[in-house]
Nanobody, 115 residues
């Protein structure tokens, strides 16, 4: 059973920074894309950022220039570096991984931006 374990969420003041990390179990083979999504209450999940196996990245419009996605192939992790956080970034953030067979989700981690 493939597992994605997220860490790093929490409470931060506006303008602050957080780093989310997702550890992907070693038995998940053939990864094509790793990414982060977020979900507001009562809304569908939306893409925050992704990184492909080739290293290409993409970002949602609202986080461009503030968030950076990175991966560590050796550790099998994908991180989301979030800077200049705004109250509108408050949401549950989910790690997502896709391979040739399926896509997998983490359990979610809460990020709250508030003074």
């Amino acid at each position: 059973q493939a597992q994605l374990v997220e860490s790093g969420g929490g409470l931060v003041q506006p303008g602050g920074s957080l780093r989310l990390s997702c550890a992907v179990s070693r038995n998940l083979r053939g990864i094509r894309v790793m990414g982060w999504y977020r979900q507001y209450p009562g809304k569908q999940r939306e893409l925050v950022a992704y990184i492909t196996v080739g290293g290409s990245t993409g970002y949602g419009d609202s986080v461009k220039g503030r968030f950076t996605i990175s991966r560590d192939i050796r550790k099998n992790t994908v991180d989301l570096h979030m800077n200049t956080l705004e109250p509108e970034d408050t949401a549950v953030y989910y790690c997502n991984v896709r391979n040739f067979v399926a896509e997998y989700w983490g359990q979610g981690t809460q990020v709250t931006v508030s003074s």
